[in-house]
């Protein structure tokens, strides 16, 4: 079992930077993946960034150079750095976390609401 903690959440303007944060516990163990995934209302939820614990880095095409995601040394921690917000970035994030083995698990945070007004 993994519990996940988001923070960070708030309203900004637009080019406006906000800092998210989620703790991760539990049975973290072995090769894992965590990422931030967002949904704004009436679509899909979608990936925006994930680090694997061997420190690789991906990032959704509309947030790259202006977000970035890190992880803490303990490697339980993702935090995710958004710079030059857009009202388009507007919705609800997601963190995730991905246990890759053994055994193979996949978890979800609460959410927290980023709204960027224009």
């Given at each position: 079992?993994?519990?996940?903690?988001?923070?960070g959440g708030g309203t900004?303007?637009?080019?406006?930077?906000?800092?998210?944060?989620?703790?991760?516990?539990?049975s973290i163990y072995s090769?894992?993946?965590?990422?931030?995934?967002?949904?704004?209302?009436?679509?899909?939820?979608?990936?925006?960034?994930?680090?694997?614990?061997?420190?690789?880095?991906?990032?959704?095409?509309?947030?790259?150079?202006?977000?970035?995601?890190?992880?803490?040394?303990?490697?339980?921690?993702?935090?995710?750095?958004?710079?030059?917000?857009?009202?388009?970035?507007?919705?609800?994030?997601?963190?995730?976390?991905?246990?890759?083995?053994?055994?193979?698990g996949d978890y979800w945070?609460?959410?927290?609401?980023?709204?960027?007004?224009?």
């Open positions: 079992q993994v519990q996940l903690v988001e923070s900004v303007q637009a080019g406006e930077s906000l800092r998210l944060s989620c703790a991760a516990s539990g090769i894992n993946v965590m990422a931030w995934y967002r949904q704004a209302p009436g679509k899909q939820r979608e990936m925006v960034a994930t680090i694997t614990s061997g420190g690789s880095t991906d990032y959704a095409d509309s947030v790259k150079g202006r977000f970035t995601i890190s992880r803490d040394s303990a490697w339980n921690t993702a935090s995710l750095q958004m710079n030059s917000l857009k009202p388009e970035d507007t919705g609800v994030y997601y963190c995730n976390f991905r246990r890759v083995r053994t055994p193979p945070g609460q959410g927290t609401q980023v709204t960027v007004s224009s």
